[in-house]
C-alpha cells in the first residue's frame, strides 16, 4: 500500500511530524499567553505554573515544588514569596510535623488559576470546534500518544471539571515541563 502524503511529505515523516507540533505549540504559547493577559501584571507564566502545581497537588513542601517544577529551590523560595505577596500564595505549618513548612493556594490564587483555566480552555474550544468530528477524534488520539510518549499524564481532568470535588486536587498527578 503506497505511504500517504501530506504537503510537508510521507505521514510517517519525524521532521514533517515535528515541524506540525512544533506550529501546535506556537499556537498554544499564544492562547496561554492571551488566558494570561488579564493576571500579567500580578502573575508570571512560570509563577502561573506554581499555582497549577498548588492547585492540584495541594499543600506542599518548597522542595517538593521546586523539584516538580525543575528549577532550583532558591528560584522556588523567590517565587513563592512573590505569589505570598500577591495574596496568592501563602505558608502553614504542617501539624503533623511543626519544623516543616507547606505552601498553597489562597482562595485568591484558586480563582486565578480556574479564571485562566476558563479563558483558555474557552480559547481551545473556539479553535477545536472548527475540526469535524473525524479530525477531533484523531486529535485526541495523537495527543494522548504524544503526552505518553513524553511520560506526561493530562491535568485536564482536575483542572477544567467542575463536577470534582476541590479534595481531588490534592491529589498526585503529572506536572507539565512547560506551562
Same mark, same amino acid.
Given at each position: 500500500?503506497?505511504?500517504?502524503?501530506?504537503?510537508?511529505?510521507?505521514?510517517?515523516?519525524?521532521? /514533517?511530524?515535528?515541524? /506540525?507540533?512544533?506550529?501546535? $505549540?506556537?499556537?498554544?504559547?499564544?492562547? $496561554? /499567553?492571551?488566558?494570561?493577559?488579564?493576571?500579567?501584571?500580578?502573575?508570571? @507564566?512560570?509563577?502561573?505554573?506554581?499555582?497549577?502545581?498548588?492547585?492540584?497537588?495541594?499543600?506542599?513542601? @518548597?522542595?517538593?515544588?521546586?523539584? @516538580? @517544577?525543575?528549577? /532550583?529551590?532558591?528560584?522556588?523560595?523567590?517565587?513563592?514569596?512573590?505569589?505570598?505577596?500577591?495574596?496568592l500564595a501563602d505558608r502553614q505549618t504542617n501539624p503533623d510535623n511543626r519544623r516543616e513548612t507547606r505552601l498553597r493556594l489562597t482562595e485568591e490564587g484558586r480563582r486565578t488559576v480556574e479564571n485562566v483555566t476558563a479563558r483558555r480552555r474557552a480559547e481551545i474550544t473556539a479553535i477545536v470546534e472548527h475540526l469535524p468530528p473525524q479530525q477531533r477524534a484523531t486529535l485526541v488520539e495523537a495527543l494522548t500518544a504524544f503526552n505518553a510518549a513524553a511520560g506526561e499524564e493530562s491535568l485536564a481532568p482536575v483542572l477544567d471539571d467542575p463536577e470534582i470535588p476541590q479534595q481531588v486536587w490534592a491529589m498526585p498527578v503529572a506536572v507539565p515541563h512547560s506551562a
Open positions: 500500500m503506497p505511504e500517504r502524503e501530506t504537503p510537508a511529505g510521507p505521514l510517517d515523516d519525524v521532521d /514533517a511530524v515535528t515541524r /506540525a507540533v512544533l506550529t501546535a $505549540s506556537r499556537l498554544l504559547v499564544d492562547v $496561554s /499567553a492571551r488566558s494570561l493577559a488579564e493576571v500579567e501584571e500580578r502573575v508570571t @507564566l512560570p509563577q502561573f505554573r506554581m499555582l497549577v502545581v498548588l492547585s492540584t497537588r495541594g499543600a506542599t513542601k @518548597l522542595v517538593t515544588l521546586a523539584d @516538580l @517544577l525543575q528549577v /532550583a529551590p532558591s528560584t522556588a523560595m523567590r517565587m513563592v514569596d512573590r505569589l505570598i505577596a500577591a495574596g
